[in-house]
Structure formats: structure tokens, C-alpha cells
């Protein structure tokens, strides 16, 4: 079975870009205790259109243990409060899932 990346695409203005940070590296990683679960990356990337992109990046075994994440209770809990309090983006994140067909490492 193929592994899967889930990504999450964010464009943050500069005002909101240390809150957005913050708000990601202070959080409870529940992860690692989910079936399947691989890796993950927080990304920043380059400005674009008066905002800097951001990234989520979480590699998975497959899509069926991704797919168990978002179903599972550490998903819940991971996402409790999401959309309350000061809006940090510009607009929704953008999900993107990819089954990774080459894998090439050191």
C-alpha cells in the first residue's frame, strides 16, 4: 500500500503571522499516538498576494490510516475551538492529498 500526504495550504497576512505561528507550535501534538501516522512538517513558505503562505504537511502509511486520523478522537480533540476566536487566515485552508507513488530518501 502506498503512503499518503495530507497538506493544508494557509495565506496568513503579516499582522496575524507570529499569532498563526504561535498558535501552531504551542498546540498539543496528537500525532503520534494515531495508527499509520508517518511524519509532520509545519511549512512557512514565500509571500504571496500581501500574505505569506503556510503549510501542514503530514505523511501517512496510507490513505486508509489518514483517513482514520479524521475520524479519530485526537482528531477531535486537535480541532476543538477551530474557527472561534480572531481569524488568522485569508480564508479557509486549502487541503490538498497526494498518494505518493516514488519515494526516493538518502
Not at 497576512?13 to 494515531?34: G, M, Y
Request: overall charge negative; proline content about 5%; aromatic content about 14%.
Amino acid at each position: 500500500m502506498s503512503q499518503y500526504i495530507a497538506m493544508n495550504r494557509f495565506l496568513v497576512a503579516p499582522e496575524n503571522e507570529e499569532a498563526f505561528q504561535k498558535r501552531w507550535l504551542d498546540r498539543e501534538v496528537l500525532l503520534k499516538t494515531v495508527p499509520g501516522f508517518v511524519s509532520f512538517q509545519f511549512l512557512q513558505g514565500p509571500e504571496k498576494g500581501g500574505g505569506r503562505l503556510y503549510a501542514s504537511h503530514t505523511v501517512w502509511d496510507s490513505y486508509d490510516a489518514f483517513v482514520g486520523w479524521t475520524q479519530s478522537e485526537q482528531f477531535r480533540q486537535a480541532h476543538v475551538g477551530a474557527g472561534q476566536g480572531r481569524a488568522l487566515t485569508a480564508g479557509p485552508p486549502v487541503f490538498e492529498g497526494f498518494t505518493v507513488l516514488q519515494d526516493v530518501t538518502a
